[in-house]
């Protein structure tokens, strides 16, 4: 980790602003950004409390902005009163932009449909009225299995129009996650697709669904709403299982939105963190809201004739915040996409980008990582290939971007005129925090620069003092932003020990070890904890070492993450046996049937990269998992520590051996 941190920083390449971004930017150079700032930190309340009332339309305003009473379970405008879905379709009715094109659908196999504003608002009105007449209402929680679609977008918006708390499960995820979190949020309502296309291939959705709510403990799920997208075979429970197109027959398209409470939960998104399970990271509605929009309006510099693509699933909460909410709210017309960006070739990106004349494009580092490497070798897919002159800005988010895939972005995406926004946040933050804006900050590549106005992020030492520039530390947020985690769903003791350790002066703990420069710029060095980001997706260690554990084959499994070109980190898992250590084919044939057992229990992201067989795993005398060790072994690297505590040194030979 610290050769790496220690390449990016000596980055000393700096790309200042270019001049018509300056101009023309929401925020307009460097003094502007330093007064909104200043601001912010002079006077909190009238900052956010202005922007809440500039930007939201409230159905009952608020009269406190910020109420620390019970911290950290802040509460933000919490006597105020709004409709999320109101917030971003009904607001555009009476303008405009109710004619202009909000959703831009490309299917998997290239077809394109358009919804406008005032067509999007009649699909979530008739969606809600339809859920509404099978006696859904506020409170509830609903989990969403959805495909890309501008049903998944229209599902969202239809729980937020009726106060319904959505929880959307990743459509990679296996059914086993989907049970657990079916039972963890107390669900009455899923929301799911017959099947979806990625690749050319069709992946069922409904039978996992099926298969979850067989495994009992579901039993609160009175209706399971299924969108055909392929017409392929599904099982069916009458009663239960309803097409969404008869659930939206004959409603009308006019639903009046539920007001709700500033704090009523928009929705519960499931993230992983250093130990147990999955959390369900619980957010807001207004103060939510308000962070997406502004972030949009910021960051990525809205205007009304943009054309905004983010790659996200809407399983993530980047498709959450930059999908369904942000964007919407500002009413811009945006690119929704359902397959991956390799098929048909890894051109497909750049294409889509010519085809829609997208102005604003966000993706991950991975992405550019591998389409970086296909285009290398064929020329044909090459991004100079396309004519990308639409571009303006150019964002990435997910995991650190190494210096290398930024100029790559930069020269041959942005063609050395767009600003590469390396934006850095979390489920938990809810939207951006640490980021360039287009017409301020100059860029280095490998940093995501400066915090937002109003947000107050710094890097400190175990007692919370904040630690000089040029050297690591804790990543913390000192104060609350509207946008933040409110507690873990059902778990608040956790939300308290995992995010605001005693020791640590009440500040937010990202979780993210940091430095800053000589400018005050933020380094990220990557997760402090046991959670490894595997392709922009984080993802437990304990997780996937309790699914290798539950196999009947295994006895004991640790996990490490390996640094990896491609993914940024792979999953390597070192696995004891309870039989004899098996070689050869063999082996191989058991690391197969473990990978696909973990494709299995949490979804194929987590499937290990190599797994390691041995007859013990490296532990210290009083029996604890030497991970340090196994990270060396990971990367194929010679163990140089001293290995004198260990109780069994020979195995780290063993344990070399990949499968
Ligand atoms: C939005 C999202 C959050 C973790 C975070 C950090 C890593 C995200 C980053 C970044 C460096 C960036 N991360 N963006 N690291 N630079 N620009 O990704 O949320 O899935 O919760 O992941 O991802 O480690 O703590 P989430």
Redesign the pocket.
């Known amino acids: 980790m610290s050769s790496e941190i220690e390449s990016v920083l000596v980055e000393n390449r700096v790309f200042p602003p270019f001049a018509n971004l300056v101009k023309e930017a929401a925020i307009s150079g460097m003094q502007a950004y330093r007064d909104l700032c200043a601001e912010a930190e002079r006077a909190p309340d009238e900052f956010w409390g202005r922007l809440a009332r500039e930007n939201l339309r409230w159905h009952k305003p608020f009269t406190q902005v910020l109420d620390e009473s019970e911290a950290p379970f802040y509460r933000w405008f919490g006597d105020g009163e709004l409709n999320i879905s109101a917030n971003c379709l009904d607001k555009h009715l009476d303008t405009p932009t109710a004619n202009k094109t909000a959703l831009i659908f490309e299917s998997d196999d290239g077809k394109v449909s358009k919804v406008t504003y005032k067509e999007l608002h009649a699909r979530v009105c008739e969606l809600a009225n339809g859920l509404k007449a099978l006696g859904h209402s506020k409170g509830e929680r609903a989990i969403l299995y959805m495909p890309m679609s501008i049903e998944a977008v229209v599902a969202m918006q239809a729980c937020a129009r009726l106060g319904i708390i959505h929880s959307v499960v990743f459509g990679g995820f296996s059914s086993k996650s989907l049970h657990e979190r079916t039972i963890d949020v107390g669900a009455t309502l899923v929301i799911t697709a017959d099947e979806q296309v990625r690749g050319g291939k069709t992946i069922p959705l409904k039978n996992a669904v099926d298969e979850a709510l067989d495994a009992g403990g579901c039993e609160a799920v009175r209706h399971v709403v299924v969108y055909r997208r392929t017409g392929g075979q599904v099982a069916w429970k009458e009663g239960r299982d309803l097409w969404l197109h008869d659930v939206c027959a004959n409603q009308p398209p006019v639903c009046e939105p539920v007001p709700v409470n500033a704090e009523h939960p928009l929705f519960i998104l499931y993230?992983s963190g250093s130990t147990g399970r999955p959390k369900g990271v619980q957010h807001s509605s207004a103060g939510y809201l308000l962070w997406s929009l502004m972030t949009v309006k910021w960051t990525f510099d809205a205007k009304d004739s943009d054309v905004f693509w983010c790659t996200a699933d809407v399983g993530?909460?980047?498709g959450h915040t930059y999908i369904t909410y942000g964007p919407l709210a500002a009413g811009l017309t945006q690119v929704v996409f359902e397959g991956v960006p390799t098929y048909p070739n890894a051109g497909r990106f750049w294409e889509m980008i010519q085809r829609h004349k997208v102005t604003v494009f966000y993706t991950a580092p991975t992405a550019i990582r591998s389409l970086t490497k296909a285009a290398e070798s064929n020329p044909d897919i090459h991004p100079r290939r396309y004519d990308l002159n639409s571009l303006r800005i150019i964002g990435?988010?997910?995991?650190?971007?190494n210096p290398e895939a930024w100029m790559w972005y930069y020269t041959h995406v942005g063609r050395e005129r767009c600003p590469v926004l390396?934006?850095?946040?979390?489920?938990?933050t809810g939207a951006h925090m640490i980021t360039p804006l287009p017409g301020v900050t100059p860029l280095k590549p490998g940093s995501?620069t400066l915090p937002l106005p109003g947000i107050s992020m710094a890097v400190v030492d175990e007692a919370g003092e904040d630690v000089e520039h040029g050297k690591g530390g804790f990543l913390v947020a000192k104060r609350p932003w509207p946008a933040m985690i409110r507690t873990i769903w059902g778990d608040p003791e956790r939300f308290k020990s995992a995010y605001f350790p005693p020791e640590l002066k009440g500040y937010y703990l990202?979780?993210?070890g940091a430095q800053r420069d000589q400018d005050g710029y933020f380094w990220?060095m990557?997760?402090i904890d046991d959670v490894l980001?595997v392709s922009?997706?984080?993802l437990g260690t304990m997780e996937v070492e309790s699914a290798l554990v539950s196999h009947e084959l295994v006895a004991e499994a640790a996990v490490v993450g390996r640094p990896d070109a491609t993914t940024g980190e792979a999953v390597v898992a070192f696995v004891v046996l309870n039989r004899s250590l098996p070689e050869g084919d063999d082996a191989v044939a058991i690391a197969k049937q473990l990978r696909d057992w973990v494709a299995k229990e949490i979804g194929p992201i987590a499937k290990p990269k190599d797994i390691r067989f041995g007859e013990n795993l490296p532990k210290t005398r009083s029996g604890k998992i030497m991970r340090r060790l196994l990270r060396v072994v990971a990367k194929g690297e010679q163990v140089t520590q001293d290995v004198s505590t260990l109780e069994n040194p020979g195995i780290l030979d063993q344990l070399s051996q990949a499968h």
Do not use: F, K, L
């Open positions: 993230t993530w909460v980047t990435s988010v997910g995991e650190p971007i390396d934006t850095w946040w979390q489920t938990e995501c990202a979780g993210d990220i990557g997760r980001n922009g997706h984080r």
